[in-house]
């Protein structure tokens, strides 16, 4: 479906990296193209509204999350989670790997993975890799705050989301249905 495949990083402090990925994965869907997301830190177990609704009636998306718990807010200063998170995003890479260089999915999106990145919790060299072997038909959309230098340069477009104004601001927490 598609003949050259580029790299896109949509990184930043705003909102909308994952709803921005989204939509790409329903444009490429409709155009007949398949698609995998794979969501780096949002566990199976985490309610987000996409996962469904893509789940039951998107059959050309295929919807995957790193099987580790992991609280955004504590898991960073658990050594024991870290292990087993890098551990498991490592495995996570290495499988979307064969999968970009036998080109199982036209698009590919690694959710949240380049916080993971900017934590440490994933390599840059497992990325680098990736995008180095990956059927050069394959888009790749890497989504996270904290995008460095390094792998902007990779990349062939980036966007970063730029906070102007938020609810949060004003103590409107995240809202089901449209946050998550």
Request: hydrophobic share 40%; proline share 3%; charged share 30%.
């Amino acid at each position: 479906m598609i003949e050259k495949g580029l790299v896109q990083v949509y990184t930043g402090d705003g909102k909308g990296k994952t709803t921005a990925a989204l939509g790409l994965a329903l444009r490429t869907a409709g155009h007949g193209g398949k698609v995998l997301i794979y969501q780096f830190l949002k566990p199976p177990a985490l309610e987000l509204g996409e996962r469904g609704v893509i789940q039951e009636h998107i059959g050309s998306i295929t919807m995957l999350a790193l099987d580790e718990p992991w609280d955004m807010f504590e898991s960073m200063g658990d050594q024991q989670a870290i292990g087993r998170v890098k551990t498991a995003i490592r495995e996570a890479i290495k499988k979307v790997q064969t999968d970009a260089h036998e080109k199982f999915y036209d698009l590919i999106i690694l959710d949240e993975i380049v916080f993971c990145l900017d934590k440490g919790l994933a390599d840059i060299d497992d990325v680098k890799e990736l995008i180095a072997t990956r059927d050069p038909r394959v888009e790749l959309v890497l989504t996270g705050r904290g995008a460095s230098r390094e792998l902007i340069e990779l990349a062939d477009l980036v966007t970063e989301m730029k906070p102007v104004k938020h609810p949060y601001d004003k103590g409107i927490s995240a809202r089901r249905g449209i946050e998550y």
